[in-house]
């Protein structure tokens, strides 16, 4: 049995998400010109530091909202006191960003971007409309942070690869704002609303416009892997006579990987080896610690 205080961290740190993560950054730095891959060990080390810290603090900041609406987080149920989940969220903030400043100055800055980013989205996003837009900022910035890692830089394509992972976290992200609320509403005040399902389809749409000749050809077989899984992922809520927002979400959120693999399509077949292990892994992981 895991200790009850690891399996608290675990949960606050929503690490059944870290491999998507993990294949934002490989793939970044694959379109920013996957050269110095001793670096990757304190890009990897970096961003999961912010990804945690952010996730700690997401509970920090939500903690009211939790006692009336998510019960089960650590916070509410006394497994941790708020002013620790503070404390660690903000030391791992720290930790992760001397990480990025340590792979240089580039780097470095854009990670302090992504801090900013990270803070605002937790601070606000239960406040505003637009949080899911300030989600997907932070998972291109990720891109971003890894692209810079590379010989090219942040080039053209790994901007625009890195947007369309914003765009499908965006939709998500609308979709994930049923999850606390009863399967009746689910239904009833049009939280499920159809719009969202355009942005899960961008990456794919991209991925087909940017690459052409051979390289369609992968496009197109993961392509059909990624819409597929989109699919599968949206059935629990769009067709089922019961929603489950939850289910739908951590589908589409071990997807990410899908994505990451699309842009990245043109790579040599021994990396989608790697990406098949992180989809898998992000699956395995949800079913021990929950994705959201």
């Known amino acids: 049995m895991v200790p009850q205080i690891l399996r608290t961290l675990l949960v606050l740190g929503r690490v059944s998400n870290l491999p998507t993560v993990w294949s934002n950054c490989l793939a970044g ?40 609406h998510r019960k089960e987080r650590p916070i509410p149920v006394g497994a941790i006191s708020a002013a620790a989940v503070w404390g660690c969220g903000f ?34 996003h239960k406040r505003v409309t637009f949080g899911p837009f300030l989600m997907g900022a932070c998972r291109t910035l990720v891109y971003l942070v ?44 049009g939280v499920l609303r159809y719009w969202p399902l355009l942005f899960l389809v961008t990456p794919l749409g991209l991925a087909l416009i940017l690459n052409a000749n ?41 997807g990410i990987v899908l994505v990451d693999w699309l842009a990245v399509c043109y790579a040599p077949k021994d990396w989608g080896f790697i990406f098949i292990g992180l989809f898998l892994s992000a699956l395995l992981f949800q079913k021990f610690v929950p994705a959201t």
């Open 29 to 68: 730095w694959l379109l920013g010109g996957d050269a110095n891959p001793q670096r990757l060990p304190f890009l990897l080390a970096g961003t999961t530091l912010l990804y945690v810290g952010g996730m700690f603090l997401n509970d920090a900041f939500d903690a009211e909202f939790d006692r009336a």
């Open 91 to 124: 030391a791992y903030l720290l930790a992760g960003a001397a990480c990025l400043f340590f792979l240089g100055q580039g780097t470095g800055v854009i990670g302090i971007v992504l801090v900013l980013c990270i803070l605002l989205y937790d601070w606000i």
């Open 146 to 189: 890894a692209a810079s890692c590379g010989a090219q830089g942040v080039t053209g394509w790994a901007i625009w690869s890195g947007v369309a992972l914003g765009i499908y976290v965006i939709g998500l992200s609308y979709l994930a704002r049923g999850e606390s609320r009863p399967a009746p509403e689910q239904k009833e005040d």
């Open 214 to 254: 051979g390289y369609r050809e992968g496009a197109l077989l993961i392509g059909a892997v990624f819409l597929v899984w989109v699919v599968k992922s949206l059935r629990y809520t769009l067709w089922a006579t019961e929603p489950n927002v939850g289910r739908t979400v951590s589908g589409l959120l071990a």
